[in-house]
């Protein structure tokens, strides 16, 4: 089994988010993120967790940050992304996000599910830039938004063995 899929979603720049939120209203790409997550431990830098406000419901919510007296109600905080997967004890997580902690776990990801959007957004966050020679495609579906128009795909990379 996967121990770690990082979920995703970008713009076409490998945007991610501006001023500590997403740059987009993407319905679709919420539920289909509440639908890859729940049921799983789910991985996020303490950024990530303020900009969402709470735990999310139905999976194990785990923070990283420096801080070692930061805590939260219905959170486990840890002060690494290494001790965050000593957590997992085997079990597949999802790292979440953001910034910081894609680049941190990339290395250490065996799946990516990533939501492409076809537009270009202002942003001032960043998904790392992958080596596509080190990846297999192994699902793409095309989708508009029925909200907003805009065109996106849900895409799953394997990392090649
Ligand atoms: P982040 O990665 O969410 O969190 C950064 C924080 O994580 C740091 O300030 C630190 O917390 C902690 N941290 C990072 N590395 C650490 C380490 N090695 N050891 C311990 N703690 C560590 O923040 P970000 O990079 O600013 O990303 C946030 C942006 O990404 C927002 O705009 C958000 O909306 C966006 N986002 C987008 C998506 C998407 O799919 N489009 C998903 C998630 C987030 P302390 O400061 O508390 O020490």
């Avoid at 740059?23 to 950024?47: Q, V």
């Avoid at 923070?63 to 965050?84: K, P, Y």
């Avoid at 999802?94 to 599910?113: D, H, M, N, P």
């Amino acid at each position: 089994m996967n121990q770690l899929t990082i979920i995703v979603a970008t713009d076409q720049q490998g945007g991610i988010g501006i001023n500590n939120t997403l740059p987009w209203k993407l319905p679709e790409d919420l539920a289909h993120f509440k639908r890859m997550t729940t049921g799983h431990p789910i991985i996020m830098g303490r950024k990530t967790f303020d900009s969402i406000g709470r735990p999310l419901p139905k999976r194990r919510n785990i923070v990283i940050t420096r801080n070692a007296d930061w805590q939260h109600n219905g959170v486990e905080a840890v002060t690494s992304v290494a001790a965050a997967i000593t957590l997992l004890d085997g079990v597949e997580g999802f790292v979440i996000g953001g910034a910081e902690i894609y680049r941190q776990s990339l290395a250490l990801t065996s799946r990516l599910i990533i939501t492409e959007i076809g537009q270009t957004f202002d942003c001032d966050a960043f998904f790392p830039a992958i080596n596509r020679e080190e990846w297999q495609e192994t699902a793409r579906e095309a989708h508009v938004s029925a909200v907003s128009g805009l065109p996106y795909a849900l895409v799953t990379l394997q990392r090649k063995a």
